[in-house]
């Protein structure tokens, strides 16, 4: 700055040490500065100086600091009160000065050197303290914590703009008032700091400097050195790092505002860097945020997906594109008694009905993405039938993927459906048989020429077809019955007081036409009231049990009809000594086309409706059918009806 400041003195006092200012041309030692020439002053001359005002009458001698031609500094001297100094004195003071300013200026040197590299040597550490961390607060605690420690500050803070740009908050201090730090908030172009990171350019204030661009718009004395210098990054300002109050209580030279400003170079790519991965955490902890949401709706989703599988009445089998089992449902498993356990992971071959499933799943790579529905055998105990509605499951790029299969349990189906295929052949015999009968007698009666047959035979001829197209109307009327039960409708009853006893002996009287190898016995206790029922419908409801006593007893046996009073209700019971019904078979016995499935039983011919149609008609009445058998050891069928019929009961 070519002025002169004093930096080492003897016999001066503190306050002017620090006091004298001097520019070239001013005093004796101005003088030198501007002219590079030792200059002797006498005391006469010596009072206009402004050295010292204690040795104004003392005589005087300054001589340049030069170094290489080039002048560093003034070297002054004063003399004693009593007489002035001579040229000689000059002389010897001049070759003195030369000396002093090349050992000055070698010290310079030295320490300059020492100095450049102490703070390499820091800014080495402050990259590796810098590198080592992304916590933008850890990055300018640390920033801070080198700046005070190296340039031996008592005080520093580190302001960044606002996101804005349009203000500076200080982010991290270092010997500064917290509530300072908490409230300081300073525009662009406010304060020395505002300035900086307007301009983009250094502010170097010496101790004891008046500035006018204080936070507050007046001018202020700055009581310690100060140093502010911009955090740039690519050309951007980001913020400004403060130090101030050296430890020394001098000021900052050319070399620490060097330093601060590679130092707040580096610094800057850290803060952006730790910015940048803050940002990046943030994102990502939001991605993550996000994903985890997704992941749980995700979970939410596949539990409910996953409780309509299991739920489902239809199984569900996935594979992948070889066959091998990657998924399978609860009913699924229970279809094709494949474990889920052991099943994921191996190929259907190795379970039932694999190799049929395996060439549908042939069968569905080759259609094209048509869906394939066809029948399966299951070869278990039970014999399920199943249909397998198989979908080949292909990628964007109609890449074969795996299959698909929904299984749905048609066994049932399939049973009512021979049950009716059965039932037609069935009903056209049994309907054939008396229709044969009549025609044949009919067709003799008519052949016969005039008093060729007797009066008792033509009558015998008109009883059988009476009984005949009786037993035709009872079976197409049951038959009518069960069609009204099926669909919902419920049996018309045609009400009227009836004797049970009298119907039971004319249906075993009936029944003994039709074998030879049963006893029928019929046992009615006395006290049998007259009950209130469809008289027809109940007759039939007998012949049905006395039919399957007798069918279900191909060795014969007897079979016995029984009749007592409940109170107010009348049993019936039929009992055989037949074949017995298994007891895991007898919960079904009631349900529509139902016929119990042993080798014994499945050589009998049977419709399956007959039991259906005796519970019809037995709770329609508002009573009760049961049975009780056991294997190998006959059945007995009871039925309880009440002495009132529904009408009378209000029901």
């Not at 990628?395 to 299969?405: E, N, S, V, Y």
Request: include cysteine; hydrophobic fraction near 40%; aromatic fraction near 4%.
């Amino acid at each position: 700055t070519n002025e002169l400041r004093i930096s080492v003195a003897h016999g001066l006092p503190p306050d002017v040490i620090q006091r004298v200012r001097v520019r070239p041309g001013e005093g004796i030692a101005g003088w030198v500065l501007a002219h590079n020439r030792a200059r002797l002053l006498k005391r006469e001359e010596r009072a206009a100086d402004s050295l010292s005002s204690a040795d104004r009458l003392a005589s005087a001698i300054s001589a340049p600091l030069r170094v290489e031609r080039r002048t560093i500094g003034v070297l002054n001297v004063s003399g004693s009160r009593d007489s002035d100094f001579t040229r000689a004195d000059v002389r010897v003071l001049m070759a003195f000065a030369g000396q002093a300013a090349s050992a000055i200026e070698n010290a310079r040197l030295s320490e300059s050197l020492q100095l450049k590299m102490h703070q390499l040597s820091a800014l080495h550490r402050v990259g590796q303290a810098l590198t080592s961390t992304l916590n933008l607060s850890r990055v300018l605690r640390e920033v801070l914590r080198r700046a005070t420690s190296i340039l031996g500050a008592r005080c520093g803070s580190i302001m960044l703009l606002s996101n804005d740009r349009q203000e500076l908050r200080i982010a991290s201090a270092v010997g500064l008032d917290r509530k300072v730090v908490r409230e300081t908030r300073l525009e662009v172009g406010q304060g020395i700091a505002g300035v900086v990171a307007q301009s983009g350019v250094s502010i170097v204030l010496d101790k004891g400097t008046v500035d006018v661009r204080s936070a507050s718009g007046r001018a202020r004395e700055h009581a310690d050195a100060a140093m502010c210098v911009p955090l740039r990054f690519h050309g951007r300002t980001i913020g400004v790092i403060n130090i101030s109050g050296p430890e020394s209580g001098g000021n900052f030279g050319e070399e620490h505002l060097d330093f601060l400003t590679t130092l707040a170079d580096q610094a800057a790519i850290a803060i952006e860097n730790a910015r940048l991965y803050r940002r990046l955490e943030e994102r990502v902890n939001l991605a993550n945020r996000e994903l985890i949401h997704a992941n749980h709706l995700l979970e939410q989703e596949k539990a409910k997906i996953q409780a309509i599988v299991d739920g489902m009445a239809d199984g569900v089998l996935v594979t992948n594109r070889q066959g091998r089992i990657t998924f399978i449902n609860p009913t699924a498993e229970a279809m094709l008694s494949i474990p889920a356990a052991q099943a994921v992971g191996k190929g259907l071959k190795h379970w039932p009905a694999g190799n049929t499933l395996m060439a549908l799943l042939e069968e569905a790579q080759q259609s094209d993405g048509m869906t394939i529905v066809k029948e399966v055998v299951v070869p278990d105990e039970e014999r399920r039938v199943l249909s397998a509605n198989i979908s080949p499951q292909r990628d964007a790029r109609g890449r074969l993927q795996g299959f698909i299969a929904v299984l749905t349990d048609i066994t049932a189906l399939k049973e009512i459906s021979d049950t009716k295929t059965e039932l037609v052949s069935f009903v056209s015999h049994e309907l054939r048989t008396p229709i044969t009968s009549i025609q044949g007698f009919a067709q003799t009666m008519r052949d016969a020429a005039p008093g060729e047959l007797e009066r008792d035979l033509q009558n015998e001829f008109l009883d059988i077809i009476l009984t005949e197209s009786g037993r035709l109307l009872s079976m197409i009327g049951e038959m009518l019955d069960v069609s009204r039960m099926e669909a919902g409708r419920g049996l018309h009853l045609s009400l009227a007081p009836c004797s049970l006893p009298a119907l039971l002996e004319r249906a075993v009287t009936a029944q003994k036409a039709y074998t030879s190898r049963h006893e029928l016995i019929l046992e009615v206790e006395d006290g049998i009231p007259e009950i209130t029922a469809d008289a027809d419908k109940v007759y039939q409801v007998v012949i049905n049990l006395l039919s399957n006593a007798i069918k279900y007893s191909p060795d014969g046996g007897t079979v016995t009809t029984a009749a007592l009073p409940r109170g107010d209700r009348v049993r019936v019971s039929v009992t055989d000594q037949g074949l017995g019904i298994p007891p895991e078979m007898i919960g079904k016995l009631f349900q529509r086309y139902y016929r119990v499935e042993t080798k014994a039983h499945t050589s009998i011919k049977g419709t399956g409706l007959g039991l259906f149609f005796v519970k019809g008609v037995v709770e329609a009445h508002g009573g009760t059918v049961w049975v009780e058998s056991q294997s190998g050891k006959g059945s007995r069928f009871v039925f309880e009806l009440p002495v009132v019929g529904p009408a009378e009961r209000g029901t």
